[in-house]
Structure formats: structure tokens, C-alpha cells
């Protein structure tokens, strides 16, 4: 089966850079993604590593270290928008995407 | 191109009726699937089919739920004899059908109530 365990609240500052860590326990391994949620709304995708490293688009950057079933998503100059839901999820397989329960990040002004 | 659109937005149901979701896939994507999320939870996976065929069904619960995707129409998630516990958002999703890793999409979801 899959697990994924992230932190249930972030907060931090306007401006400010945070991250979201994720692990995971998969019996097969694609890549890792991540999905942002704002309240109400569908989720949006924002990014997947299937190689370990960094990768980085914009404000937002996602990390995956293989070997330590460990990712991070990181984001940057937080702004008020950014306020949202932040689910890392797995792929056991090309075709499917397991959710985390998600991050919920409050951003103070 | 427009994105997935899934409808009804909001259905009211009471207990003992069914509900009928649609799902319509974004164009040139073939694959469809559906989550659950209840109110602070994440996406559960439900379901994943392609036309015609059901390919994952190991998230849907074995009774009173199914689903299917004709060859021509939306996929339609149908609740049966619903329950208070049905209570949630239903999310679907479509993707391309390449190799590789491939982007969901997600439609604006289906807020069931039953009352």
C-alpha cells in the first residue's frame, strides 16, 4: 500500500520562504508531485520530481530524495494568495496519484 | 479549449435516493478519474477508467457505487440508496495517455449533500 504523512498547518510570514515537507511509503515508485488547493476550488497541479534534486519553477520549488522516500515543496515571497491547501502525492505507477491529506498554510500579513 | 467540467456543482440529495455525477474530460484526454474529499481531509482515489473500461477500481466501496465512461458522453459517478456519510466533494480528473508521468487536470468538483 501507500502512505504519505506531511504536516496538517504551516504558518508563516508574508515575504517569508517556507517548506512543506512530505514522506512517503510506496510499493512502487513513479515520481512525486504536488497539488495546491484553495478553499473551495479544484486542485491545481504545480509540480512533479521523478529524479532526485531540486527542481524550480518560479516562486516555487520542489525537492525529492529517493533514497529517503523525502520530499519538500518550497515557496518563496510568500504572498497572501499563496494562502491555500499544498498535497504532495505519490505515483505508484504512471497512471495513478496517491493524496496526502494536505497542508494547510496560513499567511500572516 | 475548455477544462474538465463536471456537473451538478452542488446536489442535494435525501437519504435513500441516488445521485448521479458527470464528468466531461478535457479534450484529447482519455483518462478519468474520481476522488472523494471530505471537509478538512485530502483526495481519497475512488476510481480510474478510460472509455469503456474501468481500469482501477480498488478505492471505490463495494457497494452502492459505480461508475462507468461510455464511448460517447460524460463518466458518471452514481451513488445509490445514499447516506448521510456520502456527505462530501467529488473531484474528477483527466490526463493524456501518454508514457510518463502525466498532469491531472481537475474539474471544479460536485458538492453532495444529503440531508
Known amino acids: 500500500g501507500q502512505s504519505l504523512e506531511q504536516p496538517s498547518e504551516v504558518t508563516a510570514v508574508e515575504g517569508a520562504i517556507v517548506q512543506i515537507n512530505c514522506t512517503y511509503q510506496t510499493s512502487g515508485f513513479y515520481g512525486l508531485s504536488w497539488y495546491q488547493q484553495h478553499d473551495g476550488g479544484a486542485p491545481t497541479f504545480l509540480s512533479y520530481?521523478?529524479?532526485?534534486g531540486l527542481e524550480e519553477t518560479g516562486r516555487f520549488s520542489s525537492f525529492l530524495s529517493r533514497s529517503d522516500s523525502y520530499g519538500y515543496l518550497l515557496l518563496q515571497e510568500l504572498q497572501m494568495k499563496d494562502s491555500a491547501s499544498y498535497f504532495c502525492?505519490?505515483?505508484?505507477?504512471?497512471?495513478?496519484?496517491?493524496f496526502g491529506k494536505g497542508t494547510r498554510l496560513h499567511i500572516l500579513p | 479549449n475548455a477544462g474538465v467540467m463536471q456537473n451538478p456543482r452542488h446536489l442535494v440529495r435525501r437519504r435513500g435516493q441516488e445521485a448521479r455525477l458527470r464528468c466531461s474530460p478535457m479534450k484529447g484526454h482519455s483518462h478519468v478519474y474520481w476522488y472523494r474529499q471530505l471537509p478538512e481531509e485530502g483526495l481519497k482515489f475512488m476510481v480510474y477508467l478510460q472509455k469503456e473500461n474501468i481500469i482501477d477500481e480498488s478505492g471505490m466501496p463495494k457497494e452502492r457505487f459505480s461508475a462507468e465512461f461510455p464511448k460517447e458522453g460524460p463518466s458518471i459517478l452514481r451513488i445509490q440508496q445514499v447516506v448521510r456519510g456520502d456527505s462530501a466533494a467529488y473531484f474528477c480528473a483527466s490526463s493524456r495517455q501518454t508514457s510518463g508521468y502525466n498532469e491531472q487536470f481537475f474539474g471544479p468538483g460536485t458538492r453532495l449533500t444529503v440531508l
Open positions: 520530481n521523478a529524479l532526485d
Open positions: 502525492a505519490v505515483s505508484p505507477r504512471d497512471d495513478k496519484i496517491i
